[in-house]
């Protein structure tokens, strides 16, 4: 019997278990903040040279602190792709914001940076980036715009830790970035995140939010006698056993991501001319971007043919899956004044977009089970 491919499977790199003992009998320290943490932190700043990493308990929760650092205030809007996760913009309208999505471009998937200057209002009060599947939204032309109105950027960069757009690393050109270490995602720890500061005037608040309101990280560093309730806040700090968990995952961070490159050099080189062939889309990836290899997508013609080769694949035990809905139609869009039109690209990504098994373990035999089950399809509606 041959066995199903999952269409993602949580990958060990090998020191998982060792890291998590140390944490316990070396360090003797498994709450927030420990040795792993330090350790996280240190890395991430260091490799990406930003000013600040803190890590956090979900990239959900790395935006929510991004919300409650920039100030945002009901009634103040936020502009943000159509076509993301719903955490990118539910973080700001917990504070109350209202959102204001944009359609995508359709060759990268990534905001559609000729409707951003349009979207702006004197309300606007943050923009949110997303680089889907880890290549580069166009930061030159974005940053210009939120440079000239004095609006913050925030990029979710759940997506693209390492990537680059013209030899700069996302997540380092808005004033915040925000990580995700989810199980599905390159480099995991189960439930886990960062925040990434850029802009150092938001360094020390975030510290405090991070920690319950309190100043307890100045506390620990000797720089107050005493920690008390400075500002609102919330516990996001994961536990070090976590930290420990991601800390070998970071620091394997180059055989992980050379793996998930073979992959998807493997599905573009032997789709492409399939994909030709049948009119389907694969991923656009300009020559600037060094990409994350974070997805394999491919988007069909239309809806049905779209579910029939998610039922083909699935015949066979392969489990391909779609995302994202269109956020302006979804019920919480639809209050906020979302109506069918107002995005015409994420609306047919919605319908027509699947996602091809990926993890860091797949194993060539698996991965040629898939492309040939792909090509073997033939229920085009
Ligand atoms: C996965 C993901 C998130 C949420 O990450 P969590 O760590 O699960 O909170 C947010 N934004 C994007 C674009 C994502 O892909």
Redesign the pocket.
């Known amino acids: 019997m041959t066995l199903a491919i999952p269409f993602n499977r949580p990958c060990f790199t090998g020191k998982e278990m060792h890291y998590i003992g140390e944490a316990v009998y070396r360090h003797g320290h498994i709450s927030g903040d420990g040795y792993f943490t330090k350790q996280c932190h240190r890395l991430l700043e260091e490799s990406l040279g930003v000013k600040k990493a803190l890590l956090t308990t979900?990239?959900?929760h790395a935006l929510e602190m991004a919300a409650i650092l920039l100030d945002i205030q009901p009634g103040d809007e936020v502009i943000c792709p159509d076509f993301?996760?719903v955490?990118?913009i539910n973080a700001f309208v917990l504070r109350g914001a209202l959102p204001v999505f944009i359609d995508v471009r359709a060759d990268t998937l990534n905001l559609n940076e000729h409707a951003l200057e349009a979207a702006i209002t004197p309300r606007t009060k943050a923009i949110l980036i997303?680089h889907y599947g880890g290549v580069g939204a166009e930061m030159d032309t974005i940053m210009a715009i939120a440079n000239r109105h004095r609006i913050p950027v925030i990029e979710?960069n759940?997506?693209g830790l390492w990537a680059k757009y013209k030899g700069q690393y996302l997540g380092t050109f808005g004033a915040m970035a925000t990580q995700?270490?989810?199980e599905?995602?390159n480099f995991q720890c189960g439930?886990?995140?960062a925040l990434l500061i850029n802009d150092p005037q938001y360094v020390e608040r975030a510290e405090i939010i991070r920690e319950k309101g309190t100043n307890r990280s100045r506390f620990f560093r000797g720089q107050v006698d005493k920690y008390t309730w400075v500002d609102i806040g919330s516990s996001y700090l994961p536990s070090d056993v976590l930290a420990a968990f991601l800390y070998a995952q970071l620091e394997e961070r180059g055989s992980i991501q050379a793996k998930r490159q073979r992959i998807w050099d493997t599905y573009y080189a032997q789709l492409s001319e399939w994909a030709d062939a049948h009119d389907v889309q694969i991923p656009t990836v300009p020559g600037y971007c060094e990409q994350a290899y974070h997805v394999f997508y491919m988007v069909l013609p239309n809806l049905p043919t779209r579910q029939n080769l998610i039922a083909h694949l699935k015949s066979q035990g392969i489990l391909s899956v779609f995302h994202y809905l269109p956020l302006h139609l979804s019920d919480m869009g639809q209050g906020y004044g979302g109506k069918a039109g107002d995005c015409p690209v994420t609306e047919r990504l919605g319908e027509c977009l699947v996602r091809l098994p990926f993890y860091n373990d797949l194993s060539d035999d698996d991965q040629a089970r898939v492309i040939a089950g792909i090509q073997s399809f033939e229920g085009w509606v």
């Open positions: 979900s990239c959900t993301t996760f955490s990118t997303v979710d759940a997506h995700s270490f989810h599905t995602k439930e886990g995140g």
